[in-house]
């Protein structure tokens, strides 16, 4: 197959440029060989790619200044190396993926920096890749995240064997699927159970699935708590992706850090402080607010609702008798 030299030299230029490099007319010209008049013309080639078949609003213009061709309205299709580095943090702390699913995401990620970028990213998290601890139960997710996400767009029914850490055998279960979540390493189906009316989404790891179909069956959304689910305030009240009745509490906080009690109960509400105490009033689902509020130890006292309260006194008692 013949080497396209132009094509090569037209595809080097265009991506040097989205890198938002300056492109000096004789440097090019003498780098590949061309003549400065060869540049002009290819750098007209790719403005009228830019308007033509991009749509785009940037523009590639020669500027004084730096002696050089560059882009005077980045094009934003690739990410700055602040945020190639913010995303590869999260992504390893996450420890949402497979060592596999991982690594690919990893290496697309510096695939899409410079040299001297990627030299710089390597030193930051190259020993944090190589440690890269997954997951017991990991699995590639790809596949099932797509597919869940267009059965929730478009209301499929989906079929599936289901089996928990805890269980002895599978279940297959037949499920309207309503939103996906991620929470404490794991990606999350919210979904009712098909033609069951319960006030509240099943919450079903995405991992512990053994098998599943996207049917051709469209689900209906009831007139109830399905037709108006909203994941944002969903989350908002759920705690380590569990789920009861929801209820509205009271408790006392001592602790050092307030903010890291709304951050973490977004619909709480200060309703009254009274030397290092601060009383806040928040909407939750119970079962995983309990195991939270007993992680903050001593700084946390609940004083509502009464039945809940006896409940957490309950639970205390256990746990003494642990020890």
Known sequence: MAFDKKAFRLLTLFDRLSRNEVIGRHTAAKE??????????DIFDLNHYLENVLYSSAQIIFSKKVNGYHLDNPLET??????????MKVILESRAFSKIDMDTIYDKLMNSSSYEDKKLLSSFYGNEKLHYTETK????????????????????????????????????????????????YYFYLLAYYHEKDYPNPAVFRLDNFL???????????????????????FRKRAQFMTISNLMTIEFEYSGRSLDAITDRLPTAKIIGTSG????????????????????????????????????????????????
């Open 32 to 41: 590949f060989e061309v003549s400065v008049k060869s540049i002009s013309r």
């Open 78 to 87: 690739k990410l700055s190396k602040e945020e190639t580095l913010s995303l």
């Open 137 to 184: 139960n990991s699995k590639s997710l790809f596949k099932i995240l797509w597919d869940m996400s267009l059965a929730i767009k478009e209301c499929r029914l989906v079929n599936a064997s289901y089996k928990r850490v805890a269980d002895e055998f599978p279940k297959n279960i037949k499920i309207d699927p309503v939103s996906i979540l991620f929470a404490e």
């Open 211 to 233: 098998e599943y179909t996207v049917t051709d069956t469209y689900f209906k959304k009831s007139p109830s708590v399905k037709d108006r689910f909203e994941e944002g305030e």
């Open 276 to 323: 290092n105490r601060t009383t806040l009033r928040a909407e939750v689902y119970g079962k995983g607010i309990k195991m939270w509020l007993l992680s903050q130890g001593e700084f946390l006292k609940v004083t509502s609702p009464p039945e809940f309260v006896e409940e957490m006194k309950q639970t205390i008692f256990r746990m003494i008798d642990n020890y």
